[in-house]
Nanobody
Framework: QVQLVESGGGLVQAGGSLKLSCAAS????????MGWSRQAPGKQRELVAF???????NYADSVKGRFTISSDDVRKTVYLQMDSMRPEDTGTYYC???????????????WGQGTLVTVSS
């Protein structure tokens, strides 16, 4: 069974940086895309960024130029480098994986449990 393990959240001052990591366990699948979404208190979850297996990336307008998503296909890990952070970046960040199971050829989507990021002003 594939699982996602996130790390790297914490407290940072405005203008600072954090790097999130998300590793997918298991080996009997191929990655379609991996990404990050976030949910601020009292708000809906929103997409932050994703990267496809082909290396294409996509970012929310609010993080363009400040966040960088990257992946390590061998380690099945996705990273989110967050720079020039703002208080409005505060929230719980969730890793997301879209995959194809080798055995069943079925597409699935998994979510991590979330890691809290707090940006103080």
């Amino acid at each position: 069974q594939v699982q996602l393990v996130e790390s790297g959240g914490g407290l940072v001052q405005a203008g600072g940086s954090l790097k999130l990591s998300c590793a997918a366990s298991g080996s009997s699948f191929s990655t379609i895309a991996m990404g990050w979404s976030r949910q601020a208190p009292g708000k809906q979850r929103e997409l932050v960024a994703f990267v496809t297996s082909g290396g294409s990336t996509n970012y929310a307008d609010s993080v363009k130029g400040r966040f960088t998503i990257s992946s390590d296909d061998v380690r099945k890990t996705v990273y989110l480098q967050m720079d020039s952070m703002r208080p409005e970046d505060t929230g719980t960040y969730y890793c997301n994986l879209k995959l194809i199971d080798w055995g069943t050829a079925k597409h699935s989507e998994l979510w991590g449990q979330g890691t809290l990021v707090t940006v103080s002003s």
